[in-house]
């Protein structure tokens, strides 16, 4: 597997930081599959319980993420995770999110993007082809996690992720992003309803590749998230590509493609 990103091995956990969020002193990683305690579709490292007709045990999943927080030094009840519905909805969460989804209950409303400028509240998203995309404002300490499909990127959350760190003080041009592993223009076919969705945001059509098959095409998540961070006030060189696919890498990363509903999920986690 090859990768913008670094690849990191701690234990039996192997996971990616951005070198760009790196050296802004970033506290951030991309998990991979390995790692943690689960077994079989949700081997290794698994964060969530599954949408399929096997489910991996709460248990299994809280052990996941207390080992991931342990890397950061902090603890299950220091997570807050979003719950994912592929809305195009940032909030901003402080310390009385210290908890939700691992120690709380989860938040009763879809929430696609967290912002925080809360010390060690370590927010997740997860993500299984889906762009897991972490902001950082160094200048400010403020950070985002924001999870992007298709749908999201078309509702361009990054944008709504930007704006709630602009209300936090920060300004778009001090803003650094990571846009983690997802599923690539290699794999990733969509129909001409996507790429309908997304002309109306504007030109787009340097993300799609016309596919062999008529009236498909393979889309660039990727790029269409660069450029709508890019139309929000990001610096070119403030955005950081792990440029991995994770339909083509199945030891490394689970995939919705690949698997379809009877598998594990990722999570990308940041804090200040
Ligand atoms: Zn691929």
Not at 55 to 84: H, K
Not at 141 to 146: E, L, P, R
Not at 188 to 209: H, I, P
Request: aromatic share 8%.
């Amino acid at each position: 597997m090859t990768t913008r990103f670094r690849l990191h091995r701690k234990g039996d956990a192997v996971y990616l930081t951005s070198p760009l969020l790196d050296e802004a002193g970033a506290k951030h990683f991309f998990a991979t599959r390995k790692g943690g305690v689960s077994k079989g579709v949700f081997g290794g490292w698994n964060f969530a319980s599954g949408v399929g007709k096997t489910t991996d045990t709460e248990e299994n999943v809280l052990e996941n993420y207390r080992r991931a927080a342990e890397l950061f030094g902090l603890s299950l009840s220091d997570i807050c995770r979003s719950y994912q519905a592929h809305t195009a909805k940032c909030i901003t969460v402080d310390d009385t999110h210290r908890g939700v989804g691992t120690t709380k209950p989860k938040f009763d409303f879809g929430v696609d993007g967290l912002v925080s400028k809360t010390k060690d509240l370590l927010l997740s998203v997860r993500t299984a082809d889906c762009v897991p995309i972490l902001l950082f404002d160094p200048q400010k300490q403020v950070c985002a996690a924001i999870h992007a499909g298709w749908r999201g990127t078309v509702g361009n959350i990054v944008a709504a992720g930007v704006q709630d760190m602009t209300s936090q003080g920060c300004e778009p041009g001090e803003i650094l992003a990571a846009i983690g592993p997802c599923i690539g223009a290699c794999c990733y076919q969509v129909g001409g309803e996507v790429y309908q969705a997304f002309s109306r945001l504007g030109d787009f059509s340097s993300c799609f590749t016309p596919d062999a098959e008529a009236g498909k095409y393979l889309l660039d998540l990727t790029s269409a998230n660069r450029l709508l961070l890019l139309r929000t006030g990001l610096t070119e060189d403030h955005i950081d590509e792990a440029r991995v696919c994770t339909q083509c890498h199945g030891e490394y990363f689970f995939s919705h493609r690949r698997m379809g509903a009877e598998r594990g999920t990722m999570s990308a986690f940041i804090t200040v």
